[in-house]
């Protein structure tokens, strides 16, 4: 039975629980209870799932129970967790969720899997251009380690949480497969303890195979975590380091608490002073910011950016809705500084007064009407939506 709280720390024990389990030889009867469960972290719980899954994988097919409290359990489904644990629970839609976990296990599945993650994050909090291409690098090198390193057989789980009121965003990335300290005697043999492993890894230049990458993952990812004033945690084997500005702290595991795996996660600040090119400025070459906004949203045949209204989740019906959308607009302008906006509205018959006056009415006025006609162009428009948006406009004019 888990205790109440589930964090990072809880792993080791975890581990060592399973070994008991296998020394006991139960056959597949393995049951996880989290019903006394009332907090869990991502950084916990995917170290968890990718746990069970590799159990399944090898044929163990573990009973889990939800928590009791209705809340939690609310939660363990919204998140996709209670998914992953088990299949049998419903595969939630991850493009309307803020905290929505997700397994991957390929390179090629990284862009489809990241740039959702990015756009939702992009809805919930303002971001300053270089932080967004900050997380999105992060993300994206630390899942490649997964892919190129681990040789997981699960792959690896990926979650991203934006804190608005900590003005902080939150990553984890887990996997089920041999740990930094194999992975990396592979190129140094001399290393014995995973303290050690992890220590060198995060060194700038540090791989096992050269033909892998140039070993800056992890070295770039702490770079932009300390520079953010947030802070890297990285678990693997017996071994744990913590990175925070207030200083480095180490944790050796006991010899019978072994985690399969790694787990990693950071936290980074809204930092206005954070460079991205001071952050990965690993050689003479300097970095060039290529991000979600320049793949997903940037027109070939002109400098601005592209919004299809009909392929947010989201929708047009609801006052938060309006509120995420004039959120992402503005970390998209911030992102692309000069670049006009274009709103096609094609297949949405109808909006919301709410959304109308909380996405278009409120970014008028935060605008000014020439500011608002030069980078915001609405395209497509029906009769009905522009005369809500008109409207909305006019009331929100008025009142401010």
Not at 94 to 106: D, N, P, V
Request: proline content about 5%.
């Amino acid at each position: 039975m888990f205790p109440p709280r589930i964090s990072v720390g809880l792993l080791p024990e975890f581990a060592a629980a399973l070994a008991i389990w296998r020394q006991r030889k139960p056959g597949n009867y393995l049951t996880l209870d989290f019903s006394g469960v009332t907090k869990a972290f991502a950084n916990g719980m995917l170290g968890i799932i990718a746990t069970v899954a590799d159990l399944r994988r090898q044929g163990c097919d573990p009973i889990i129970i939800l928590p009791h409290d209705p809340d939690y359990q609310e939660f363990f489904l919204t998140t996709n967790w209670a998914h992953l644990l088990n299949p049998l629970y419903p595969l939630e839609n991850g493009q309307k969720l803020r905290h929505f976990a997700q397994q991957f296990s390929s390179a090629d599945s990284l862009p489809k899997l990241i740039y959702p993650f990015m756009n939702i994050v992009m809805r919930y909090i303002s971001m300053p251009k270089d932080i967004l291409s900050a997380l999105d690098w992060s993300v994206a090198e630390v899942c490649d380690n997964v892919i190129n390193h681990s040789n997981s057989p699960v792959g690896g789980f990926l979650q991203i949480i934006a804190y608005p009121q900590n003005k902080t965003i939150a990553f984890s990335v887990a996997d089920a497969g041999n740990g930094i300290l194999a992975t990396l005697q592979e190129g140094y043999p001399n290393l014995d303890t995973d303290i050690e492993a992890i220590e060198e890894a995060i060194k700038i230049g540090v791989t096992r195979n050269s033909k892998y990458g140039q070993g800056n993952g992890l070295a770039g990812t702490l770079r932009i975590t300390s520079m953010t004033s947030g802070s890297l945690d990285i678990l693997s084997g017996r071994g744990r380091l913590l990175i925070t500005p207030e200083g480095q702290k180490v944790f050796t595991n006991d010899p019978h608490q072994y985690f399969s795996g790694t787990c990693i996660s950071g936290h980074i600040g809204m930092s206005t002073e954070f460079s991205i090119a001071d952050a990965l400025n690993f050689s003479a070459v300097p970095y060039t910011a290529y991000n979600v906004v320049d793949a997903e949203y940037e027109l070939k045949e002109e400098d601005a950016l592209l919004i299809v209204m009909k392929d947010d989740k989201e929708g047009t019906s609801t006052r938060q809705a309006g509120k995420e959308m004039r959120t992402k607009v503005l970390n998209l302008m911030e992102a692309k500084s000069g670049y006009p906006i274009y709103i096609d509205w094609q297949g949405i018959s109808v909006i919301a007064s709410s959304f109308a006056d909380e996405f278009m009415g409120k970014l008028f006025v935060s605008f000014g009407r020439d500011r608002f006609e030069n980078y915001i162009r609405n395209t497509n428009l029906d009769p009905l939506v522009s005369q809500l948006i008109a409207k909305a406009i006019t009331e929100r004019s008025q009142t401010s």
